[in-house]
């Protein structure tokens, strides 16, 4: 009996010995150079299920490591990975071959998360053409200008609650992140929704759009771990059926769409908002049924309110710490903004492009998402041009490295250095194509990308036009991304002064 037993043990180890050994040969089977450091069962991802490093700082660091190669192989617990170094096979992979990898690697169950799996980020298919047609008619430049109507009176909203806080002090000391979700937050609800978000009271409101969105974004250890394995190991998400949006937030959105939708069947006037946009479209003719109008308005406050409040976040960092680039913003934003009779207009943020180069430049520097994941879907052979090359085959996970291409001495020059006339008319196009990818490209590319400049430079033409931003001793310097959180996020924080110009 122990003799039998023993055999099946020794059977076993052998077995198991000989998967690992598989598994683990795959990227040296293919003659791909393999990233140094993985674990059985873990792969390279220790680290990052340990919380002790982001996925931004384990690519940044692969990418450092083979500075010659085109591609490195990796493992992602048991699944091989490739990060692709060479802007050319970017390029094939995001524009000239999209069809063979036209899905995103980050997966999102559609039975344990409906709403978002609705997200044009996450579907595919015949759903995600759809989706994005109508998104995309939500956002084209007339669209906007009716969207621009709320926005303006967030700025408005944002104005008075800053001034509230320097009716006490000649100071109002606050973390970055924290002030632009309550801009962010409350552009979701108005131009989204058509309703109060709530951001801007004097006292927190349990409902208000900034705070219901930390049930979703907050990083804390148990969230951390839950988002990485939704996110970024799909075999295990999709056996533990774990949900990146909570219950209650699904919930609260359903039942907003459903009021808002039964309210506005006996409204004689249209509203300026996009769940307006969507109910113009299902007028049209269109079949857009509530669930996916409620997905569409998800899509929108996901999209619109975290993004582009990081990025915010950020931008007003280095305005506090270059003081003179901030100055030669707040001349532009002044200027455009007498030219249209002191109105904060439209055409007046269009015309404001040194704000531009500025935006752009903190994009490079701090990309909110450090690298884009694709998934192989139709089989193709990648050639990098050092002659290293590999047949991907369907379900093959491409990673590109965005924060690592945007920092590369090989393509930037000072690349840690704060320079927004890198993007002047003069200099930005000797970018080097695929280098720099703030909004992914290629048919996938963001829809929202329009709608996130156009709120990104109102709340930035509002503090600027107002107040003068310091930089604040809290800030940790030098700044460290924490791990605890899949997007780029400070440990500490960023906070600064606003004084009263």
């Known amino acids: 009996m122990a003799s039998a037993f023993l055999t099946l043990l020794a059977g076993a180890i052998v077995l198991l010995c000989f998967y690992f050994y598989r598994t683990y040969t795959f990227w040296k089977r293919h003659g791909i150079p393999t990233a140094k450091g993985y674990l059985p069962l873990v792969g390279h991802m220790l680290p990052i299920l340990l919380l002790r490093k982001t996925i931004q700082d384990m690519v940044q660091d692969i990418y450092d490591e083979y500075k010659d190669q085109s591609m490195v192989g990796f493992y992602k617990t048991t699944r091989p990975a490739l990060l692709i170094r060479d802007p050319a096979l970017v390029k094939v992979v995001l524009q000239t071959k999209f069809s063979n990898f036209h899905e995103n690697g980050m997966k999102i169950e559609p039975?344990?998360?409906?709403?978002?799996?609705?997200?044009?980020?996450?579907?595919?298919?015949?759903?995600?053409?759809?989706?994005?047609?109508?998104?995309?008619?939500?956002?084209?430049?007339?669209?906007?200008?009716?969207?621009?109507?709320?926005?303006?009176?967030?700025?408005?909203?944002f104005e008075?609650?800053?001034?509230?806080?320097?009716?006490?002090?000649?100071?109002?000391?606050?973390?970055?992140?924290?002030?632009?979700?309550?801009?962010?937050?409350?552009?979701?609800?108005?131009?989204?929704?058509?309703?109060?978000?709530?951001?801007?009271?004097?006292?927190?409101?349990p409902n208000a759009f900034d705070q219901i969105a930390l049930s979703i974004f907050k990083p804390n250890t148990f969230s951390s771990w839950v988002t990485t394995v939704t996110l970024f190991l799909p075999n295990i998400h999709h056996m533990l059926k774990i949900s990146f949006t909570p219950k209650e937030v699904d919930k609260f959105f359903r039942q907003i769409v459903a009021e808002n939708m039964k309210l506005r069947q006996t409204e004689s006037t249209p509203r300026n908002d996009f769940l307006q946009l969507m109910i113009d479209l299902q007028k049209s003719g269109e079949e857009v049924d509530q669930d996916s109008i409620t997905a569409h308005a998800f899509s929108f406050y996901m999209d619109g309110y975290e993004t582009s409040s990081i990025t915010l976040s950020f931008i007003g960092?280095?305005?506090?710490?270059?003081?003179?680039?901030?100055?030669?913003?707040?001349?532009?934003?002044?200027?455009?903004?007498?030219?249209?009779?002191?109105?904060?207009?439209?055409?007046?943020?269009?015309?404001?492009?040194?704000?531009?180069?500025?935006?752009?430049?903190?994009?490079?520097?701090?990309?909110?998402?450090?690298?884009?994941?694709?998934?192989?879907?139709?089989?193709?052979?990648?050639?990098?041009?050092?002659?290293?090359?590999?047949?991907?085959?369907?379900?093959?996970?491409?990673?590109?490295?965005?924060?690592a291409l945007q920092h590369d001495e090989k393509y930037w020059t000072e690349p840690h250095v704060f320079d927004p006339e890198r993007f002047n008319d003069e200099r930005k196009h000797t970018v080097e194509k695929m280098t720099f990818l703030p909004f992914g490209e290629g048919p996938r590319i963001c829809v929202g990308r329009k709608m996130a400049m156009l709120q990104m430079k109102a709340a930035l033409a509002t503090l600027l036009r107002n107040y003068k931003i310091e930089l604040s001793p809290k800030t940790r310097l030098p700044l460290k991304l924490s791990p605890s959180y899949f997007m780029t996020s400070p440990i500490g924080g960023l906070w600064v002064n606003l004084t009263k110009l």
Not at 179 to 195: Q, W, Y
Not at 348 to 359: G, P
Not at 390 to 396: L, N, S
Request: charged share 25%.
């Open 111 to 157: 039975s344990v998360d409906p709403l978002l799996a609705k997200n044009p980020f996450f579907n595919y298919g015949e759903e995600w053409t759809i989706g994005r047609k109508r998104l995309t008619y939500a956002f084209s430049n007339m669209r906007l200008k009716v969207l621009f109507l709320a926005v303006t009176g967030v700025c408005k909203k």
């Open 160 to 205: 008075d609650f800053v001034n509230r806080r320097l009716r006490s002090s000649n100071k109002y000391e606050v973390e970055l992140k924290y002030l632009f979700s309550k801009f962010t937050g409350e552009v979701v609800a108005n131009a989204g929704l058509g309703i109060e978000g709530l951001c801007f009271e004097d006292k927190v409101h």
């Open 317 to 403: 960092y280095h305005l506090a710490v270059h003081t003179d680039i901030q100055e030669k913003v707040r001349k532009e934003v002044n200027a455009k903004i007498a030219k249209y009779d002191g109105v904060l207009t439209f055409e007046a943020l269009k015309e404001m492009t040194y704000m531009e180069q500025v935006i752009s430049e903190s994009q490079r520097d701090f990309p909110v998402l450090g690298f884009l994941s694709k998934m192989c879907t139709d089989e193709y052979e990648l050639q990098g041009s050092d002659g290293l090359t590999f047949r991907a085959k369907p379900g093959q996970e491409i990673l590109i490295p965005l924060n």
